[in-house]
């Protein structure tokens, strides 16, 4: 197959593209830059793509986005900007590329596109699939907003294919790299009561998941989480254990909401127990079940 992939330098855009090559189809980064750059692909930023872009492709994968958590600690604060950004980067680029795949004399015939778990809200311990209705919140509205967007998809005539990802376990990036720090130095610790569920899974999963919808006939919402999500703190202990340092502290909330503000209820003590009823029902098995073994197999032990 013929595949662009948007947010192709991103944590799972770059596994996503090696792991395709690797599979022997043939990939096309899309490149982001200004309209003056002979290789730029598109701006969404700026609103902006290159006519004839994209054409003759089976499908686009769509990656691209702000970081919901920023880069750093300092940038995850949600300011009036940043949510803004957030926004940008995923509702208004979607259309934008969609707008532009519409107009194709070939355009793809499928149409796969990041989405977040994010979409349900602060849910509890209550079992979440992907019939489960959208919460409150930030994050729920952008990601149904974005959702909302990727669906004009079909209205092409592109086989369409939503992706609810969870927190995907990675050593090149990720969630792991805001935890491995303070872990390795044997302060890991859970957030807050750590009773909420952190809803994980690991990129080689990612990645094959992608593949799974773009060579099968699937079509609608994926949750793209391992079968058997943890709460926090259950995670907190298991990556103590995987990293062979004790992890037995707790970061109180009003700690985590005057170094990140509003939003870290949110990014840190909301949760969500997501399972891939729909990924399961079709077939797709799953390499990484367990969240130890899925962490030993993360720093290759």
């Avoid at 259309?95 to 596109?113: K, Y």
């Avoid at 990720?174 to 990129?203: D, E, H, K």
């Avoid at 009823?277 to 367990?290: P, S, V």
């Amino acid at each position: 197959m013929r595949i662009a992939i948007t947010g192709a330098t991103g944590l799972v855009g770059s596994a996503l593209a090696d792991y395709l090559e690797g599979a022997g189809h043939e990939v096309y980064r899309v490149r982001r830059g200004r309209s003056q750059d002979r290789l730029a692909d598109w701006n969404p930023a700026l609103g902006w793509i290159r006519p004839g872009a994209l054409d003759g492709l089976d499908a686009v994968v769509h990656l691209a986005g702000e970081p919901i958590a920023g880069t750093s600690i300092l940038s995850a604060r949600w300011t009036p900007a940043m949510r803004e950004r957030l926004r940008t980067s995923r509702v208004d680029a979607t259309r934008l590329l969609i707008g532009h795949l519409a107009t194709l004399p070939h355009p793809p015939r499928a149409f796969v596109a990041a989405s977040a778990i994010g979409f349900y809200g602060n849910r509890g311990d209550e079992r979440l699939t992907e019939d489960s209705p959208h919460g409150g919140g930030f994050l729920a509205g952008l990601v149904r907003d974005w959702e909302r967007a990727s669906l004009s998809a079909r209205q092409a005539g592109m086989r369409t294919v939503l992706l609810r990802f969870g927190h995907v376990l990675s050593s090149k990036g990720g969630v792991l790299s805001r935890m491995l720090p303070t872990f390795r130095l044997g302060l890991g610790a859970r957030f807050g009561n750590g009773r909420q569920y952190f809803s994980w899974v690991a990129v080689e999963d990612v990645v094959r998941a992608v593949e799974f919808a773009l060579s099968t006939e699937i079509d609608g919402t994926l949750n793209v989480t391992a079968p058997e999500p943890v709460t926090n703190a259950e995670f907190a202990k298991a990556l103590g254990r995987a990293l062979h340092r004790p992890a037995v502290f707790a970061v109180p909330p009003f700690a985590l909401r005057a170094l990140i503000g509003p939003g870290a209820d949110e990014l840190l003590l909301w949760g969500q127990r997501v399972l891939p009823a729909r990924l399961l029902a079709a077939g797709f098995e799953f390499r990484h079940k367990d969240v130890d073994e899925a962490l030993r197999a993360t720093f290759g032990r």
